[in-house]
Every structure is written in C-alpha cells, then in structure tokens.
C-alpha cells in the first residue's frame, strides 16, 4: 500500500513539471488527458516538508578570540571545522631588527627552526613525532615578524604545542647544526644571484635604496661576510632581546580557544628560554625612516637561462614610492591602486580575474610589445610601506622603459574611471576571500594582525572598508605619494639607465616624460 502511494505521488511531481519561455506559462496535459495544476514555481510543493534553515544567532560565529596570560603573551585562535588545525607562534622579531647585530641573524634562525631542542635530540625526531599525527612543520622570517607554525590533526593538539614550545624557547643549536645552517646560507646566497627570476634581488636592492641603512632597509639574507661572524653566543644574545611573552603571539585555527589556552598556560607560562630571562631594554625599537635614493647592479645577464627556449637578456628595473603603513585608514584606498595598476608578464595567461584589464596591461604591455614585464607591488610595515613598479626590458631600450614607467606613475594622479575603480575594489575582496578559503592564509593572518594590533579585523570589515574607497580617496593617497623621493633599483646592462636625478624630475614633472638629451652619435 505504502508502495503504491510512493508510486502515485512521484508520477504526480513528474506530471507537475512545466516550462516558463519569456515569462508565459506553457501548460501540458496528463497522459489521461487531464490538464495539469497551475502551480507558480515559488510555491511549495503539496506533501514537501517545510524547510528548515540554519541560522546565525545574531552575533558573529566567526569572531577571533583572543587572551593575553599573566606573562603578556596573547593566545589566538580561530574556529573552522576540519580534522586539521594550523597552529604556530609568531614573533615580532625580524631583519630590521638587527641594527646592533651583524646582519643574517634572522635568516640563520629560520635555517636551524625545528633542529634539536631541550626534549627532542634532532629534526629527525621531531619530523617522526608529527608524523604520527599527519603533520608538518615550517618556519619563516620576514622584516618585521618569525614564524613557527605546525599543521596536524586537532587530536594531537597537546604534543603539537608543546612541540613549538620546545623549538622556540629551547632550541640546543649545536656546533654541528649551525655548521649545516652556513653551508644552506651560502647555498641559497649562490642560488639567489642564479635564478632566472631576479624578483626576490629586486625587493632587496629596492628597499636598501628606500632606507637606507636602517629598519626595513637592512638585509633579510645573510651577507656572505657576516656568515661566519654569527654562532651561538651571538644568537642567544638577541634571543634574550626579541623572543619575550609580550612580542609573541600563539595562533591557531580549527580549534577550540579555550583548548589552546590550557596548552598554552602548560607549555608557555613559568618556562624558563635556554638563554635566560629576557631584557626588554636591549630592543630596538626605531621607526623606519624614508630616504629615497638608488641601488644599482651591473650583472652580465645573457646566460641566466640558457637551452633550447633560453631567456632573452632582460634589464630590471624597479621605481618605487613611499606609501603608508598597514596601521593607516589610507592603506585601504592604496591596496585598491596597487590592484588597479596590477600588470604581471608578457606572457601571462588571460582570462577573467587575471588583470588582463589593469592599467600595466592596458596602457604598457599591450602597447608596448618590446616590455617583458610590468608588475606594482605593494609593501607595508607597521610604520611605513612602499608601492613599487618592476619592469624588464631589452638593454638598449632601459631609457624608453623608464620613462613609460614615470609616467604611469604621473597618471594614477589622475581620477579613477567608476568602471575601472569597481572592478579594482571587486577583484581586491574576492582576492581577500579567496585566500581567506586556506586554513594556513587564515592562521597567518590571525598571527600578523593580533600581533600588530592586538586585534583582528574579520574580512566582512574588510571588504565594507574596500566597497567605500572613493575615486577622490585614491587621488588623495596618490598625490601623497608622489611628494616622496623615488627609490630605484636597477639590475643588468645599465648603459642606457637614465640618472638618479633624471627620473626625480620626471616624476615631478606634469606629464612623467624624462628631460630629452641631444646627441652628436649614436
């Protein structure tokens, strides 16, 4: 009987089907001859259960939580459901730090992270220790922050914290260990001046021009002269400096807060660091200051890419102007420019949501086909930034590349088009969103944020700062800009640069064109 009814009524949800072309309702008729119902397609179904849908209770389920224990370090964390949760320790401790130390501290700690430590007697032992909870560890360094994160299974939250515990308060570094850390520093010093990509070298070159020697102008890799200066004494005197409670921060996401505070109280309060009590009065604590300036390289790039499809000889150039800092309200409307400008390769795929309609793409690499790249970044720090355009070029044509450049920069003084703004502001939310969909991205952001500000801004705030920049704020943050003394990098055939001063007076001037020179000879 209860067979049958079943059958009846999906015969009868078959027949109720109908077609809607240019809003009239077509009609069609039972095989028994008899017309079917005429049901709007907004109306529910006869026998179909209500539904039901999940609701947010007024307030936001996504906040961040934040505590700060009795020894001034803050506990972070982030719920999102998964088998899997990132957690790690973040410390406001990095390159620009290193005024009173040789420089390359920071990037040896980032070599020797997770090496043998108080309760673990090598690397091996750790990795195997994750291992049994599908983990994975890593760490890096920046100018401004070091990070120590581990991913795995939320089971093995306990041992994982304590783990991070181990490798940040009680690393061993032993002889043999910072013997290997030389030899992977001058590894990666020989493979940075080899790789085709002169990226990560531009940035360098670029912010030792924009401040000079000091803060965010000081090197993030170690110089080859300073490798064996540092060894363990020199170590743990800056540990004692920069790795207190009060300039950490232990994040998580894909777990519970209060979990990760009561590992936190066991593993992080009333421990003793390997090097002593800290001494808050040795931390340097010296705002950036913008100098503007050039740092140039003469480099014989023919042979970076040699076989059967090799790299044109190419020079780079990078022109860059000081921003704000990312504690700023203009910091918003300038991360708006910077997608606005956007740019990338020639040989960068199309499609939607790849810039192909930004103004680098638009106005220089689709005119310009000699150009190999056009691409603005945008750095910021806590108490300063830097929006820069890279470019690369034939040799002989570095004169012509520049002064393209100048005066793209000339031209963002002018009033933003409402289509190209909106479509700058959309790609800059879903670019935030997407990113936000990685459970890492997430940890990284909750760690930077709680560190810098002591809160964290969720991306629907984010996303209504993005929605409100106006064309006129983006005119305002531009004309800031181009007060500032320009920082040029320059890496390659340099023959045909255009001087220092030549490149200020164009970006002074009303139309970004270089002063003309008159030659006898070419």
């Keep these: 009987m209860v067979k049958s009814n079943m059958a009846t009524h999906m015969s009868r949800l078959r027949g109720w089907s109908r077609v809607q072309r240019c809003g009239i309702a077509v009609c069609r008729q039972y095989s028994s001859g008899g017309s079917y119902p005429n049901i709007s397609l907004s109306t529910s179904l006869p026998g179909i259960p209500k539904p039901v849908f999940a609701s947010v209770d007024g307030h936001e389920t996504h906040e961040t939580k934040i505590t700060t224990l009795e020894n001034g370090l803050k506990v972070a964390s982030q719920n999102k459901f998964g088998q899997f949760c990132t957690v790690g320790i973040l410390v406001n401790s990095g390159s620009r730090h290193e005024a009173k130390y040789p420089s390359g501290i920071a990037h040896f700690l980032e070599k020797l992270a997770f090496s043998s430590t108080a309760q673990f007697g090598s690397k091996d032992e750790i990795l195997l220790t994750l291992e049994k909870h599908g983990g994975i560890c890593d760490c890096q360094t920046s ?61 360098e070159m670029i912010h030792a021009a924009a401040y000079r020697g000091n803060t965010v102008g000081l090197s993030r890799f170690c110089p080859a002269v300073n490798i064996d200066k540092i060894d363990r004494t020199l170590l743990h005197k800056y540990l004692q400096s920069y790795y207190c409670p009060e300039r950490m921060v232990l994040a998580g996401v894909g777990i519970e807060h209060e979990q990760l505070v009561q590992c936190a109280r066991k593993y992080l309060l009333n421990v003793k660091p390997v090097w002593g009590e800290s001494t808050l009065a040795n931390i340097d604590r010296s705002v950036a200051q913008y100098t503007g300036g050039i740092v140039k390289t003469v480099k014989d790039m023919s042979d970076v890419s040699l076989g059967p499809t090799p790299i044109p000889e190419l020079t780079h150039i990078m022109i860059g102007l000081e921003s704000c800092s990312f504690l700023e309200d203009d910091f918003i409307p300038i991360a708006v420019l910077n997608m606005m400008m956007g740019g990338g390769g020639s040989f960068s795929a199309g499609g939607p949501g790849k810039g192909m309609f930004t103004r680098l793409y638009l106005n220089v690499l689709n005119r310009h086909h000699w150009m190999y790249n056009a691409t603005c970044y945008h750095h910021s720090y806590e108490d300063s930034g830097l929006l820069c355009i890279h470019a690369s070029a034939d040799p002989r044509q570095v004169r012509e590349m520049v002064e393209i450049i100048t005066r793209e920069f000339i031209q963002m003084n002018g009033t933003a088009g409402e289509m190209e703004l909106e479509r700058a502001k959309t790609q800059l939310k879903s670019m935030l969103m997407m990113n936000l969909e990685s459970r890492p991205v997430i940890f990284e952001d909750v760690g930077r944020q709680v560190l810098a500000t002591g809160r964290r801004k969720l991306p629907n705030e984010l996303c209504d700062l993005i929605s409100n920049v106006t064309a006129s704020d983006v005119k305002r943050v531009t004309t800031k800009m181009l007060r500032s003394k320009p920082a040029v990098a320059a890496l390659g055939d340099l023959a045909e640069l255009p001087s220092y001063e030549d490149i200020q007076a164009a970006l002074t001037s009303k139309d970004g064109r270089l002063p003309r020179i008159y030659r006898l000879f070419r």
Excluded: H
């Design 143 to 203: 100018r401004d922050t070091t990070m120590y994160a581990v991913s795995a299974e939320v089971k093995g939250l306990d041992t994982v914290v304590n783990l991070l515990a181990d490798a940040v308060l009680q690393p061993r570094l032993l002889d043999e260990e910072i013997e290997m850390t030389r030899m992977a520093v001058r590894f990666e010093l020989e493979d940075l001046n080899m790789r085709p990509d002169p990226e990560p070298l531009l940035t």
